[in-house]
C-alpha cells in the first residue's frame, strides 16, 4: 500500500464541460476545499489473483489473474475490503490520491498520454494486466483508466455544494447509488479526467467496468 500524508486539495472542477449540455461536468461542480487526514491505498487495483483468494466467485467476463477484479457489486467490494482487513476509500479520498498533488485535468497534465492509461483510445478491446502504464506521482498505478472502481460514499449530483471542509464521506442518508470513479478501457477520451465521478447502482452494476482498490486507516 501507498501511504498518502494528510493535506487538503481542491475537489471537483469549475470547468466547463465538452458539450454544453454535459452532465457529466455537472456532477463534478462546483470545485471546493477538502482537508483529509493520512491513510493508505492499494498501490494496484485488486487483480483477481488478489480476489480470487479471498472470495468465493468470479464473475469478470475476461479471466486473467493479473487483470482487475470486474463486475462486482458495491456490497461485494465493500466485504473484499473488510476480509482484508481493509475499507473502501472515501471518495474524497480517492480523487485526492488520484490527483496526486495536481489541479490539472489529469494527474500528469491537461493532455491525455497513453503512457499513462488504458481507454477506448489505446485498449485492446480487453482488460490490461495491472501496472503496465506509468503511476501517479505518489506511484499509484491506473488510477485513471484501466477499470472503474468503487468508494464508500452514496452518491449524489448536489453533493459538492454541501460538502464538509473535513474528511467529507459523502450524503449521511442513502441514495439509489454508490460513487464509481477513475473511468476505465472502455472510456472515450471527451469522458476521461480525474474528476469524473458516476452514480453505480448500489445492488447489482454488470453494465459498467468496475472493480475495487481499497484504502486502510493509520
Known sequence: M???QAGCFMMGTN???IYEDDEDSAREKPAHKVCLDEFYLEKFEVT??????????????????????THIEWKEAHRYCKKTGRRLPTEAEWEYAARAGSQTRFPWGNEIDDDYLWYAGNSSRVPADVGQRKPN????????GGVWEWVGDWFSIHYYQSSPLKNPKGPAAPTSFRVIRGNSWMS???HVRVTARHGGMSDPTLSYWVGVRCALSP
Open 15 to 17: 470547468e466547463k464541460g
Open 48 to 69: 483477481q489473483r488478489k480476489w480470487d483468494a479471498v472470495m468465493n466467485f468470479n464473475r469478470s467476463v475476461f479471466h486473467n489473474p493479473e487483470q482487475p477484479i
Open 137 to 144: 506521482a505518489w506511484g499509484l498505478y491506473d488510477m485513471v
Open 2 to 4: 501507498v501511504r498518502i
Open 188 to 190: 472515450d477520451e471527451q
